[in-house]
């Protein structure tokens, strides 16, 4: 149990084209969702968390207008990198916490690698 | 917010020996901390975790001591073997219900 799909895996985009990434719980309701960025070799550095319902809480210095972050179900969080640039071509991966025992752990999609030309 | 800093950041060791590794947190309302690891390009998978109220888990070779009072946990894993080749992430979770990372520690094993 505690699966979290990622659509795409992966993406190449042309520089100033958006792109729409898919995180979903498939056996539970996520009642929080947590996306981050990690690049090549580093941790995992939280963007913004998200509560089903509501809006996203974004970290500091990540630009809530150029991440776009929808939580509309209990078991579906999106990204969309809008106008995306070279320099956000990274792997993005989502993460669930449920309710109840799930309350603690999160659940980690197999993150999505986004190419930007 | 929470600030985790997570040492060494490469740590090689002989096939059998022990590793350690040590993280630290600053925010003394965090409750639980967990420790993932990392394949190349694959997703985080939770190896074992601790909540504030407990000082100390085991599961087979591997074992996480929390000290409350000194703000830091650190996982333990012994026997190890090749397969424990990896980066290995600890993590905070703040009363926020927001999770923060360490930079990581690349583990070889050398057979």
């Known amino acids: 149990g505690a699966v979290v799909s990622q659509h795409p895996s992966w993406v190449i985009c042309k520089s100033g084209t958006s792109v729409k990434i898919e995180c979903r719980s498939l056996?539970?309701?996520?009642?929080?969702m947590f996306w981050y960025r990690q690049f090549p070799k580093q941790s995992l550095m939280l963007m913004a968390t998200?509560?089903?319902?509501?809006?996203?809480?974004?970290e500091q210095g990540v630009e809530k207008d150029k991440f776009l972050i929808n939580h509309a179900s209990l078991t579906l969080s999106t990204l969309t990198v809008t106008s995306a640039h070279p320099e956000d071509s990274s792997f993005y991966i989502c993460?669930?916490?449920?309710?109840?025992?799930?309350?603690?752990?999160?659940?980690f999609g197999p993150g999505t690698r986004l190419t930007v030309t | 917010g929470e600030n985790v800093e997570q040492h060494p950041s490469t740590l090689s060791v002989q096939e059998g020996d022990s590793a350690v590794i040590k993280c630290t947190y600053s925010?003394?309302?965090?409750?639980?901390f967990p420790w993932y690891k990392q394949e190349l390009g694959k997703r985080p998978q939770l190896i074992i975790d601790?909540?504030?109220?407990?000082g100390e888990k085991k599961d087979q070779r591997i074992a996480v001591t929390l000290n409350k009072t000194a703000k830091h946990f650190s996982l333990h894993i012994t026997e190890t073997q090749p397969e424990d080749s990896a980066v290995y992430f600890c993590?905070?979770?703040?009363?926020?219900?927001?999770?923060?990372f360490g930079t990581g520690t690349s583990l070889t094993v050398i057979p």
């Open positions: 993590a905070a979770r703040n009363t926020g219900n927001q999770f923060y």
């Open positions: 601790i909540r504030s109220n407990v």
């Open positions: 056996d539970f309701q996520a009642t929080t």
């Open positions: 998200s509560n089903e319902g509501s809006k996203a809480t974004y």
């Open positions: 925010d003394s309302a965090s409750n639980y």
């Open positions: 993460s669930a916490s449920g309710t109840g025992g799930r309350v603690y752990e999160q659940y």
